[in-house]
C-alpha cells in the first residue's frame, strides 16, 4: 500500500527559483494538508483541501500557492524560493479533520 | 503565541519503566486531541486520540489522560520499549474536527534505554 507518496524527496534551489511538491494518495481521501516542519517549531499548516478543486489557507500560507485538480493530488508550489523556506515538508491525507496519514516528507534547502 | 506547549524537549527512560509526556493547551475551544509519533526520516504517524467528553483512552501499552480544568494532556507509555524511542508531538483541533487545522507542539523527543 502506498499511502501517501510525496515526490521529490529532496531538493536544493537557488533563491528566486520556483518549484512544484506533489502529493499523492491512494486511500480516496477527501481531506490533504501541507505542513513544514523546522527545528523547534513543530508542524505548521500550510494550506489544506477540504476536497477536489478547493484550497483553505493554513497557518504559515505566504510565499507558496497550491492546487487540488484532482482528489488524489495536492500541489504545492513556491513561485520564488526564499533561503526562509528552507524546511522538510510533510503532506497528509484523511477522511476526517483528525486522524491524518503523513507522506515521508521532502526536504528542500534553498540557497 | 503557541496554543499547543510540550515544554520538555526531551525525555529519557530506562526500558520497562514508565514514560509520561506531557502537553498543555490554551485555547478552550480544543474539543480533540492527539498523539502522533515519528521516526527519523520518516513521516508522522498517528498514535492515540481522546476526545473532550472523556477523560481517558488507552489503546494497549498507550494511554492518555485529559485534564480540561488544568488545560493539560498527558501520553502514559507502559512499559517502555526501545523501539517507543521517537519524537511524540501533541496536537489539538476544535469545532468537532471540522475546522480542517491541528495544531501541533514542538514535539518531546523520547530515548528509552535497554
Known amino acids: 500500500n502506498a499511502g501517501v507518496t510525496q515526490t521529490p524527496k529532496f531538493r536544493v534551489l537557488k533563491t528566486g527559483q520556483s518549484m512544484t511538491l506533489l502529493c499523492a494518495q491512494d486511500?480516496?481521501?477527501?481531506?490533504m494538508y501541507w505542513y513544514r516542519q523546522d527545528p523547534g517549531m513543530g508542524l505548521r499548516l500550510i494550506h489544506y483541501s477540504v476536497g477536489e478543486g478547493t484550497t483553505a489557507k493554513g497557518e504559515v500560507p505566504d510565499g507558496y500557492n497550491v492546487s487540488r485538480l484532482k482528489k488524489q493530488n495536492f500541489l504545492l508550489g513556491l513561485e520564488s524560493a526564499a533561503p526562509s523556506q528552507t524546511s522538510v515538508y510533510f503532506c497528509?491525507?484523511?477522511?476526517?479533520?483528525?486522524?491524518?496519514?503523513f507522506g515521508e516528507g521532502s526536504r528542500l534547502t534553498v540557497l | 503565541d503557541q496554543q499547543v506547549k510540550q515544554n520538555s524537549p526531551s525525555l529519557s527512560v530506562q526500558e520497562g519503566r514508565i514514560s509520561i509526556l506531557n502537553c498543555d493547551y490554551t485555547n478552550s475551544m480544543f474539543d480533540y486531541f492527539l498523539w502522533y509519533k515519528k521516526y527519523p526520516a520518516e513521516g508522522p504517524t498517528f498514535l492515540i486520540s481522546i476526545s473532550s467528553i472523556k477523560d481517558k483512552n488507552e489503546d494497549g501499552r498507550f494511554t492518555v489522560f485529559l485534564n480540561k480544568s488544568a488545560k493539560h494532556l498527558s501520553l502514559h507509555i507502559v512499559p517502555s520499549q526501545p523501539g517507543d524511542s521517537a519524537v511524540y508531538f501533541c496536537?489539538?483541533?476544535?469545532?468537532?474536527?471540522?475546522?480542517?487545522?491541528?495544531?501541533f507542539g514542538k514535539g518531546t523527543k523520547l530515548s528509552v534505554k535497554p
Open positions: 496536537a489539538a483541533t476544535s469545532g468537532g474536527g471540522s475546522q480542517g487545522n491541528l495544531i
Open positions: 486511500m480516496n481521501h477527501e481531506y
Open positions: 497528509a491525507s484523511s477522511s476526517t479533520f483528525r486522524e491524518l496519514f
